[in-house]
């Protein structure tokens, strides 16, 4: 009943984004996907809602998202600062990635090792009492929680329960464990941002935005001919179109378009000189462009977003410079950095100043 319930609530919610977004009439409810009933499969779509779900051990955070396979799904974290950056109307790929075995189903291999393969609560509980009031912690709620996690294991047949106090554990629970967490989404997904605009704001922007990489693509996200993959197909068409009239793609004699092989440079190359130029003159700083083979320096002072993606601001004291945000970045803000512009990436060096050491 509890489960049911759980699964009512998510369906409503699901309701909720899609009329929020004027499409409850659009997507019937045959094509709801809640997390783990599609497991392993990437997940690419629009996202139509954001926020809190429930969980008994704290909070979740779920995505809605109006898939290009023509589903809408439901998919949850247990982790919400992986989708800090992530908003209504962004278009993102959710996919599995390699996790690490949770601590739990390690400790419970531990405890279950020491005991011929069961695990007995009580026993748990007797190896960690001690410490744990020393600690000021709640032993007993530390082995409940453990216990819950049997018993979701148990119902996807990986443990076997003979009562309250004696679990079967295989030896290997902690890689089935995590199996069993990517199968259902949850900590075993990861979101990837594909564009900050909506699919209308892509069709008449000067950057290099996901509808121009899919069309310069080898290996293209495969579309449905519904709901958001319909939406997004005939997004592609007219954005070939707006391409053609700014002069970054020709119109053939039999009406298809071509584009450059190096459409996506230029693009990124136009939108960059653009929103540089516009940041210096309210700035009162000068725009440093950066070309392939040469050199950056300076101290990061922030980022911003373009529909080229996110691009570090390099300030050197007299201007500065936009380059491609990389993770690298991520815990050096206010930090002095030097990098060499190879094509659309940096090699950054964060090595130490030589100098005289003690």
Request: aromatic letters at 6%; a positive charge.
């Amino acid at each position: 009943m509890k489960q049911l319930g759980e699964r009512n609530d998510i369906i409503k919610t699901m309701h909720r984004a899609l009329a929020d977004h004027g499409l409850a009439e659009q997507r019937g409810a045959d094509q709801y996907l809640l997390r783990g009933e599609r497991a392993g499969a990437p997940i690419i779509g629009r996202v139509l809602g954001k926020g809190l779900a429930g969980d008994e051990m704290g909070e979740k955070v779920y995505l809605i998202v109006d898939g290009v396979d023509g589903r809408v799904h439901h998919v949850e974290f247990a982790k919400p600062e992986r989708l800090d950056d992530v908003r209504r109307g962004m278009i993102v790929e959710a996919k599995p990635v390699v996790a690490e075995p949770r601590a739990a189903d390690r400790n419970i291999a531990i405890v279950a090792e020491g005991d011929g393969g069961i695990y007995r609560p009580g026993g748990h509980l007797e190896l960690i009492r001690d410490r744990f009031e020393r600690q000021g912690k709640d032993p007993d709620a530390f082995v409940r929680f453990h216990v819950r996690r049997l018993e979701a294991l148990r119902r996807a047949g990986h443990v076997e329960r003979f009562d309250a106090d004696n679990w079967r554990v295989p030896s290997d629970i902690a890689e089935r464990g995590m199996r069993y967490d990517l199968s259902r989404g949850g900590d075993g997904l990861s979101v990837r941002i594909l564009s900050t605009l909506d699919l209308e704001a892509q069709i008449g922007s000067d950057g290099a935005t996901w509808l121009d990489r899919e069309l310069t693509s080898q290996s293209r996200t495969p579309l449905t001919h519904a709901g958001f993959g319909r939406d997004a197909a005939n997004a592609l068409e007219h954005r070939k179109h707006a391409l053609a009239h700014m002069g970054y793609a020709t119109r053939l004699p039999d009406g298809g378009i071509r584009a450059p092989g190096d459409l996506l440079s230029r693009l990124e190359r136009a939108e960059v000189t653009r929103v540089g130029r516009a940041m210096a003159a309210e700035r009162g700083l000068a725009f440093n462009e950066t070309k392939t083979g040469g050199s950056v320096s300076g101290r990061l002072v922030g980022s911003t977003q373009l529909a080229s993606g996110r691009f570090a601001m390099i300030d050197d004291g007299l201007g500065f410079s936009l380059v491609p945000w990389q993770p690298v970045l991520d815990k050096r803000l206010d930090q002095h950095i030097t990098g060499v512009v190879r094509g659309s990436r940096i090699e950054w060096n964060f090595g130490r100043k030589h100098g005289l050491g003690l």
